[in-house]
C-alpha cells in the first residue's frame, strides 16, 4: 500500500438499476373488483459523497436517490375506482455508514462491505390523487473478488404511504461493475 493510497478518503459514488417485477393481484373483500395488472418496470439511482475516517474500514456517505416505482391506487378503489397502475417518481436525501473489511488478509485491498442507509423522500410526483411519502432502509454487502466486478446482496424495507399506503420488503441480488 502506498502513501498515495493512504490519502484518499473522498469519492463520489453513484449506481443505477432496472427491475422488472412480476405481476400484480389485486382482491379486496369490500367491493367486486379485481385485476391482474401487468406492472411496468422500475428504475432507479443515485448519487452519493462518501467519506471514510481509515482507509476503506468506516465510512459515512450522503446525497440523492432517486426512483421511479408503481404501485396501485388501493385508497381509490374503495369508492369504486377501477385497480390501475400509478406512477411515483421519488427523490429522496439519503444518509448512511459503510464499514469495509477483509476475512483473510487485512493487508490486502478491501473485499468486503457492509452499507447500512436511511433515505427519507423530499419530493414525488405521481399519477396517482395523493403524492407519495415515507422512507426506506438498506442493508447492503458486498464482496469484490480481484479485477472489475463485484457482487452483491440487499435487504430493503420502504414505508410509504400516499394513493396507497403500503410496506415493501425485498432481497435482491446483483453483479457491479467498477468503470473508473
Same mark, same amino acid.
Given at each position: 500500500?502506498?502513501?498515495?493510497?493512504?490519502?484518499?478518503?473522498?469519492? $463520489? !459514488?453513484?449506481?443505477?438499476?432496472?427491475?422488472?417485477?412480476?405481476?400484480?393481484? $389485486?382482491?379486496?373483500?369490500?367491493? /367486486?373488483?379485481?385485476?391482474?395488472?401487468?406492472?411496468?418496470?422500475?428504475?432507479? &439511482?443515485?448519487?452519493?459523497?462518501?467519506?471514510?475516517?481509515?482507509?476503506?474500514?468506516? &465510512?459515512?456517505?450522503?446525497?440523492?436517490?432517486?426512483?421511479?416505482?408503481?404501485?396501485?391506487?388501493?385508497?381509490?378503489?374503495?369508492?369504486?375506482?377501477? !385497480?390501475?397502475?400509478?406512477?411515483?417518481?421519488?427523490?429522496?436525501?439519503?444518509?448512511?455508514?459503510?464499514?469495509?473489511?477483509?476475512?483473510?488478509?487485512?493487508?490486502?485491498?478491501?473485499?468486503?462491505?457492509?452499507?447500512?442507509?436511511?433515505?427519507?423522500? $423530499?419530493?414525488?410526483?405521481? /399519477?396517482?390523487?395523493?403524492?407519495?411519502?415515507?422512507?426506506?432502509?438498506? $442493508?447492503?454487502?458486498?464482496?469484490?473478488?480481484?479485477?472489475?466486478?463485484?457482487?452483491? !446482496?440487499?435487504?430493503?424495507?420502504?414505508?410509504?404511504?400516499?394513493?396507497?399506503?403500503? /410496506?415493501?420488503?425485498?432481497?435482491?441480488?446483483?453483479?457491479?461493475?467498477?468503470?473508473?
Amino acid at each position: 500500500m502506498n502513501i498515495a493510497d493512504e490519502e484518499k478518503k473522498h469519492f $463520489v !459514488v453513484s449506481s443505477f438499476y432496472w427491475a422488472q417485477p412480476s405481476k400484480g393481484d $389485486v382482491t379486496n373483500n369490500n367491493f /367486486s373488483n379485481q385485476a391482474n395488472l401487468s406492472i411496468p418496470g422500475e428504475i432507479g &439511482g443515485n448519487l452519493y459523497y462518501q467519506y471514510y475516517l481509515k482507509k476503506y474500514l468506516l &465510512g459515512f456517505y450522503s446525497g440523492y436517490d432517486f426512483e421511479k416505482i408503481n404501485t396501485f391506487n388501493t385508497s381509490e378503489i374503495e369508492s369504486g375506482s377501477d !385497480v390501475k397502475n400509478t406512477d411515483n417518481k421519488l427523490h429522496y436525501a439519503t444518509i448512511g455508514i459503510t464499514h469495509g473489511f477483509s476475512l483473510f488478509d487485512m493487508n490486502m485491498n478491501m473485499n468486503m462491505n457492509l452499507k447500512v442507509s436511511f433515505s427519507k423522500i $423530499v419530493s414525488a410526483q405521481t /399519477s396517482g390523487t395523493k403524492s407519495m411519502a415515507g422512507q426506506k432502509c438498506i $442493508v447492503y454487502y458486498t464482496y469484490k473478488p480481484p479485477g472489475r466486478f463485484n457482487f452483491n !446482496v440487499f435487504y430493503k424495507h420502504h414505508a410509504l404511504s400516499g394513493t396507497t399506503n403500503l /410496506s415493501i420488503d425485498r432481497i435482491g441480488f446483483s453483479i457491479g461493475i467498477l468503470i473508473f
